[in-house]
């Protein structure tokens, strides 16, 4: 009968001793689990943080040498002139600024958007674009035509007067010119534009074709290009990069990110 008793207490206190490991277990899978959990954590929060930082020195460089306006709204506006001659200089700082973060951090900053410096109307996908930054040629082509229609106003030097404007065929452009002296003509519901000054001599070509706006300029002006009444998509809009502008590579925790700078 002792014997029996003992055998009991003893197999009471194995049952006992793996209910104390089970548990062991659990607490230390529940703590690694949260401390997992802790340490994606803090490297989200670190990403987020220099994320959003790298894109804010992004907008400062463009902000301040780009020398691109924009105005976002139902309209949205970029006013530039053309040629810019803020090509090398802002290649140069956005070169630098990536040289910059690449040393301390593995984030880049596409510095190709440099050569044509598009810019997406989201969440329209309307870009806006340069066929090369510096040159004379500015394009705006949407995806789906989503808004109502193109307002270009230029701005030249040059004196203008009754016949400047020259505008043809039946299209969703509207073209206001002004000139030296108060000069100024315009030219409304068109598709391609011409504007002369007042000798006659060709200034700025502009045309609409399979819904691509095309400007292009013999010599050098103000410009600014309005996509006018966007269509309501039912969110907020913003002007960014496209979508490979910041690369951030943090491959010791696995995380790897492209995505767009927001400009404004």
Known sequence: MAKIKGMFLTLGFFIVVMIFLGFALIISNSFKTSRERVSDYIVFEKVKVLDESTQEGFRNIFDSVSGITIVKGSTVSFTEELPNSNDVHFKNNLTNYNGFINSSYNININTSLSENLALWIRPHDIKYYH??????????????????????????????????????????????????????????????????DNADVLLVYVNVSND???????????????????????????????????????????FFKKSAIRVV
């Open 131 to 196: 066929v090369d930054f510096g040159d004379d040629i500015i394009r705006v082509q949407p995806r789906t035509l989503n808004f109502n229609k193109y307002k270009v106003d230029i701005i030249t030097d040059k004196v203008l007067d009754g016949t400047s404007c020259s505008g043809i065929s039946s299209g969703k452009l509207d073209v206001t010119a002004k000139g030296a002296g108060g000069t100024s003509c315009s030219s409304s519901s068109i598709a391609r534009f011409r504007l002369y």
């Open 212 to 254: 691509v706006l095309t400007i292009d300029s013999e010599i050098k002006i103000n410009v600014t290009t309005n996509i006018v009444s966007l269509n309501d998509l039912g969110k907020e809009v913003d002007i960014k990069t496209d979508d490979t502008g910041l690369i951030i590579n943090f491959s010791e925790y696995g």
